[in-house]
């Protein structure tokens, strides 16, 4: 191995002996002192080589610049004014490998690039703390849903990326040639969470990329994104979005521990509610209106709508449920006593909303009715609703954007600084 240890777990070493490895962050060579600081992904180790304290061969061979990959050992040592109050004095020094072009984008931070430039070399970008913390955090996240989730008895499934139909009857779809079939790369993985709810494991949870050909080109949108789904059986929407909340506040609460003291390089805290109040759709309209947002009942809220409701309510955290069953999908079930309103909801974080649900509708012949009104052909989703007429019990579910939702907690104004390597309109490499 080229190192014994991080750099955060090697400064807890003072006395010890010890090697690290990473990145060369900074160096400064003043002849007989040099210092190179050391960078990995846990942190930055000042390496101090003084001539008479360290061999002449050893300060005389460590020629290196910015960004070069270097292990050294030696004795971690505490000294008040390096960096963290420790640094490394060697005896030990190998270059693993140097730098051979001009960086594009500087690790460091101090000299600005534009977002483009920092996507083509995300690898570099990545060296960057303020952005592999996002990426620690995304990870967390995930990690955090699955937890909270396995601990109710969810059942992750792992449904396929390919399907022989559009999955949403709105939004475009990549096709694919299937051998001698046209197939599609699926939109979400709804219909086959509901087949397995319908197949007996009754709480299943899923996550994995989904595919939209949406041809647009915004701050909140992507066309490649990773999708965390629920899917319950013997529920309704009341009890999914209690499921939601608690999960999205267990996140919340896990990334603020675990991320807390790092936070500052985002420019704003984490702050976890006790809990996620609900509003009605109808209730959201009036108070839009009353604050001179015309809305009209039935559209849609647009992105400004969400930001002005959320500066309305004073929520971070926020439910909207009941909308109007017109711009809803088809699936979602309508109300018994009122059929425009179907029990449909989406889970607000910031003044955007990071997630949706509904209760599914369970009987084939209202699904089949819904699918017409939209203008879809109910013989195209025939192997879907030939799984509802061999019992289907009732069932609830929603997911949730992962990306929108660490861009969010991650105070980022682009959902691109959370996807590793994005895929947009324009965007197809690296």
């Not at 270097?70 to 960096?83: D, R």
């Not at 709480?203 to 939209?212: A, D, G, N, S, Y």
Request: proline share 4%.
């Amino acid at each position: 191995m080229d190192r014994d240890h991080y750099i955060e777990e090697a400064k807890k070493k003072a006395g010890e002996k010890t090697r690290i490895a990473g990145w060369v962050h900074d160096v400064r060579d003043l002849g007989k002192l040099k210092f190179v600081h050391v960078r990995d992904k846990t942190g930055i180790m000042q390496v101090t080589m003084k001539k008479g304290v360290v061999e002449d061969e050893l300060l005389e061979s460590v020629d290196v610049n910015k960004e070069d990959i270097v292990s050294f050992e030696g004795e971690i040592k505490k000294n008040k004014i390096a960096p963290d109050g420790v640094e490394m004095v060697p005896n030990g020094f190998t270059l693993l490998n140097k730098v051979g072009k001009k960086l594009p984008v500087d690790p460091t931070g101090h000299v600005p690039s534009d977002l483009d430039t920092r996507l083509d070399y995300r690898y570099v970008d990545l060296r960057k703390k303020d952005i592999s913390l996002i990426f620690r955090i995304k990870s967390s996240l995930i990690t955090c849903f699955r937890e909270y989730l396995i601990s109710r008895k969810f059942v992750e499934v792992h449904p396929s990326a390919i399907t022989g139909a559009a999955t949403e009857g709105g939004t475009e779809v990549f096709p694919v040639q299937y051998f001698e079939t046209r197939a599609y790369l699926v939109q979400s993985p709804q219909l086959y969470k509901q087949l397995a709810v319908i197949g007996g494991l009754d709480r299943v949870m899923i996550t994995m990329p989904v595919f939209r050909a949406e041809k647009h080109n915004t701050t909140t949108h992507l066309n490649e994104i990773t999708q965390m789904d629920i899917e319950m059986g013997f529920a309704d929407h009341n009890d999914v979005m209690d499921i939601l909340g608690n999960v999205t506040l267990h996140m919340l609460e896990k990334v603020k521990k675990e991320f807390g003291g790092e936070f500052g390089v985002f420019g704003k805290d984490i702050t976890v509610p006790k809990k996620v109040p609900r509003y009605t759709y109808s209730e959201l309209v009036d108070k839009l209106n009353s604050e001179k947002f015309e809305i009209k009942f039935g559209e849609d809220f647009s992105k400004e709508a969400e930001k002005k409701i959320t500066e309305i309510l004073g929520d971070e955290l926020y439910f909207i449920y009941d909308w109007p069953t017109s711009v809803r999908a088809f699936y979602s079930m309508p109300d018994d006593k009122n059929g425009e309103i179907c029990h449909a909801f989406d889970l607000i974080y910031r003044g955007l909303e990071i997630a949706s649900g509904a209760k599914r509708i369970h009987l084939v012949d209202v699904l089949e009715k819904q699918l017409k009104k939209r203008g879809m052909d109910p013989a195209n989703f025939e192997f879907y609703l030939d799984a509802f007429r061999m019992g289907a019990p009732p069932h609830a579910g929603w997911s949730i954007g992962l990306e929108r939702f660490a861009m969010k907690v991650c105070n980022q104004d682009n959902i691109r600084e959370a996807m590793l390597f994005p895929r947009d309109r324009t965007r197809l490499s690296p």
